[in-house]
């Protein structure tokens, strides 16, 4: 048996291509300074056992469970906390998504990162005292600056790697269909039950998807000189509807892989439904179309979209890429809620709430030991042993059923993560030396 390592940081993430480059990032920032770090896949409990963090780096904390679970490195205690919470943004007003993404008991003494204001102040609502808030701006708006532009892959690149034409149009799609997924509302259920609101928002997710690839399907019988590529939502499953069209369409590309903002830098148009990615388009200078066939109620509503310009039927769809359209979101909305973004700067302040956190014992938490355990829990142990592996053996071929998605989605994270760490700690060491 290897020796258990001891570092100062574990930096754990959920999904590999919202967060690797993010968290790369930071790693790299810490170690400059002097520190040891490691990034985890959060379901890897083969490998968060080979360490000894002082300081767990966490993409979200919830509930004194959450805490307890990300607090399991080995028989070791782990008594500091930072929240990154990779959720800040809510539809202006889902109260149940408010407080599900809220940290509740033990999680609010932990240490959390704040984009801007308006985050800071629900923190506070929730009981998190001021002076465990560190208000830095948004980290990934760091990787839209024109700083850290040589870290992304050219178009060419891209093209050989996906079969992309490179002679035509891309049109990117950033995708929010998540309740579009069968699989998916049943475990929004079971997590919050069901009412209006919530069964509201699914069927019209439902029909939303189903108008937006009908277009899609007609721009490109209309167009052969362009490409969609579809990103789904990392909590989105492939729904029957989404299979069924990308077999009848050759110009449409479903593309979980790279990060967002490497698909904005390199596609022509950009476009989305609620996603909020449409802040990184705008800070990275990119116009992004919102695609609403269907009107949303104020309690769908993402609070950052509120007064913009939608795109309601198939002739202003056809027509917005040869148009100037006009992409409005209200710039003292986006400094209320992202703060300080935009700088470059914002891992820099996020690795200086990392030093603090590491010498003050002030950011100490005791987490309680679990008393209770269930049948689930060890089918939920055997999942993360097996998830270890997913970095080089498809486990999904040999299952079927939800087991399968699941699993799929774990060797999406894990596969090729550690390349994609090492390659960007060479281009980031050039970078912020």
């Known amino acids: 048996m290897s020796k258990v390592k001891n570092i100062d940081f574990a930096l754990l993430f959920e999904h590999s291509a919202r967060e690797i480059e993010a968290l790369t990032l930071i790693k790299c920032e810490l170690e400059r300074r002097g520190y040891s770090a490691e990034i985890i896949y959060k379901h890897d409990m083969v490998e968060r056992n080979k360490f000894y963090p002082k300081v767990v780096i966490a993409p979200f904390l919830y509930s004194t469970l959450v805490m307890q679970r990300i607090a399991m490195f080995g028989n070791h205690s782990v008594k500091k906390y930072l929240n990154l919470q990779w959720e800040q943004i809510f539809c202006k007003d889902d109260k149940t998504d408010i407080e599900y993404h809220s940290p509740k008991g033990i999680a609010r003494k932990a240490a959390h990162i704040s984009w801007g204001k308006i985050n800071k102040t629900r923190l506070e609502s929730f009981g998190v005292s001021s002076d465990h808030i560190f208000e830095t701006g948004h980290i990934t708006m760091d990787l839209c600056s024109s700083k850290f532009r040589k870290i992304y892959n050219s178009r060419e690149e891209l093209s050989k790697k996906y079969g992309l034409d490179i002679g035509k149009k891309w049109l990117l799609f950033i995708s929010g269909f998540a ?49 969609i590529i579809y990103r789904p939502h990392p909590s989105e499953g492939a729904t029957p509807a989404l299979a069924n069209i990308c077999e009848a369409i050759s110009g449409l590309k479903i593309i979980r892989d790279e990060s967002v903002r490497q698909w904005i830098l390199v596609s022509d148009y950009i476009s989305t439904w609620i996603s909020t990615s449409i802040v990184e388009a705008f800070f990275m200078g990119k116009k992004c179309a919102i695609l609403r066939p269907f009107a949303l109620p104020i309690e769908s509503e993402v609070e950052i979209m509120t007064n913009g310009t939608y795109i309601c039927t198939y002739e202003e769809f056809r027509k917005f890429r040869n148009s100037d359209y006009t992409f409005s979101l209200d710039k003292g909305l986006i400094n209320e809620h992202y703060g300080k973004s935009g700088d470059g700067n914002t891992y820099i302040r996020i690795c200086d709430a990392c030093e603090k956190i590491l010498s003050n014992e002030k950011y100490d938490v005791v987490v309680p030991r679990r008393k209770t355990f269930f049948i689930k829990d060890i089918f939920r142990g055997a999942r993360d042993i097996l998830i270890h592996y997913c970095d080089h053996v498809r486990i999904s071929k040999y299952l079927f059923g939800r087991p399968k998605q699941l699993f799929e989605l774990h060797e999406n994270n894990m596969f090729g993560y550690r390349h994609k760490v090492k390659k960007l700690t060479k281009l980031y060491s050039r970078i912020i030396e």
């Not at 997590?191 to 490109?220: A, C, P």
């Open 179 to 227: 309740e579009a997924d069968p699989q998916y509302v049943r475990d929004l259920k079971i997590n919050f039950g069901v009412d209006d609101n919530i069964s509201n928002h699914i069927i019209l997710t439902v029909k939303t998807q189903k108008k937006v690839l009908e277009w899609f399907k007609r721009i490109l019988s209309e167009d052969p000189e362009l490409q």
